[in-house]
């Protein structure tokens, strides 16, 4: 594709179930990133795979976050146990020439 | 650990008047330097960047120089449009170590006729 999907667009889920957030990179990148953004914060760094290892996940909050790129295109993002704080956009990016950044639209969690 | 502080917003101007945006970074080894962009309703796109030190990004009139010696990135406009209005996000990689990305909190630019 053009660029970095993201699906779904919007997920509303309800406190204490489980989701999973999808990324679909532009292809030929290997590293991909996943983030989260609350309302008039930046994106906050969550983890990020160079191919099919994750290199670093040191910014997933804790145990109910998990990511995983089998292949080493596609990401998924998954949540155990969502709460109400994990309400935010979630962001995925893959990184092209110079380690600039593309980055898809976001998916939109609300857990009510 | 790595840091960007950049300047609180909103900030209003006038059209074609000079912007300045200001961001400082505290990361260890040579970092890379981005400024990317939000448009209302869009996703973030790189504005641009600088790889090392006195190095000078520009795109679409907008420029920052990589400071060392002040660890600063800071943005420049000498004329903003209204089409400028936007929130603007600093961010650094540092290329030593693993390759994590930081982001500051963005600036929220309103840019009026």
């Known amino acids: 594709g053009a660029g970095v999907s993201q699906t779904p667009s919007n997920k509303v889920t309800e406190k204490g179930k489980y989701v999973e957030l999808r990324c679909d990179p532009i292809?030929?990148?290997?590293?991909l990133y996943w983030y989260r953004q609350s309302l008039g914060q930046g994106p906050e760094f969550l983890i990020y795979?160079?191919?099919?290892?994750?290199?670093?996940d040191s910014g997933l909050p804790n145990d109910r976050f998990f990511a995983v790129r089998p292949e080493g295109s596609v990401s998924t993002l998954k949540i155990q146990r969502t709460e109400r704080g994990d309400s935010a956009v979630y962001l995925c990016?893959?990184?092209?020439?110079?380690?600039?950044?593309?980055f898809g639209p976001g998916t939109r969690l609300t857990v009510l | 650990g790595n840091s960007v502080t950049q300047m609180e917003g909103p900030v209003t101007l006038s059209e074609e008047a000079f912007l300045t945006i200001n961001c400082t970074y505290t990361a260890t080894g040579y970092p890379s330097l981005f400024w990317y962009v939000q448009y209302p309703g869009e996703g973030l796109q790189l504005l641009l960047k600088a790889t090392k030190a006195d190095d000078k990004g520009s795109n679409k009139g907008f420029e920052a120089t990589y400071r060392k010696e002040t660890t600063s990135f800071h943005l420049e406009k000498g004329s903003v449009q209204v089409s400028d209005s936007a929130v603007y996000f600093c961010a650094l990689i540092s290329t030593s170590g693993t390759y994590k990305y930081i982001f500051g909190t963005g600036t929220r630019l309103k840019v009026l006729a």
């Open positions: 990016a893959s990184t092209g020439v110079n380690n600039e950044q593309f």
């Open positions: 795979f160079q191919g099919t290892g994750a290199a670093d």
């Open positions: 292809s030929g990148h290997t590293a």
